[in-house]
């Protein structure tokens, strides 16, 4: 990479608890991006398209996110546990609302969901965001070990139980 002492300056004259607050910023940002190509996509091309589109974006986004964490972080394991810490780091996991972590930290859960929030204000339906977080998730996980598994227990479309937006639990296959 290129010198980027000016831009490390930058962040150093931030402090601490700003610099987190730009990070948080340009992770909402990012999701704002994301959801803006939804829209555009699925009012151009219908809700299904613009699904699929999503599914195949985050599928490698996933991949591509899992290495460059494994890399930041210096993991080298290939465990559940190992996984879930660079999965803690993730533009999806950080800024999560309300994430709960459940079962030695081997379930997930999205208790309010800021996209299908503002989805519901915004007046469109329900985000069939299953398939999208899945292989998001799935291949995540495989670029730690191909054996985890992750299991979906709840994601739109599925109705929406226990007051809670979605449920994921990593284990190993048997």
């Not at 964490?69 to 996984?83: A, F, P, R, V, Y």
């Not at 985000?127 to 191909?146: M, Y």
């Amino acid at each position: 990479m290129g010198d980027r002492s000016e831009d490390n300056k930058l962040i150093e004259e931030l402090g601490q608890e700003r610099f987190a607050d730009l990070t948080y910023m340009h992770l909402r940002d990012m999701w704002a991006v994301d959801g803006l190509y939804y829209l555009g996509i699925e009012e151009r091309f219908g809700t299904e398209a613009a699904t699929e589109i999503d599914a195949d974006v985050w599928r490698v986004m996933g991949k591509i996110e899992a290495r460059k964490l494994k890399k930041l972080l210096g993991l080298t394991g290939d465990d559940i546990e190992t996984m879930i810490k660079a999965l803690k780091y993730s533009g999806w996991t950080m800024d999560l609302d309300d994430k709960e972590w459940d079962q030695g930290d081997t379930v997930l859960r999205n208790v309010e969901c800021r996209v299908q929030n503002t989805r519901k204000k915004g007046g469109q339906g329900v985000f069939p965001c299953k398939k999208v977080r899945w292989g998001f998730l799935k291949a995540f996980a495989k670029e730690f070990n191909e054996n985890i598994e992750v299991i979906c227990h709840q994601c739109p479309p599925d109705e929406r139980k226990k007051d809670l937006w979605c449920e994921w639990e990593f284990r190993m296959k048997e």
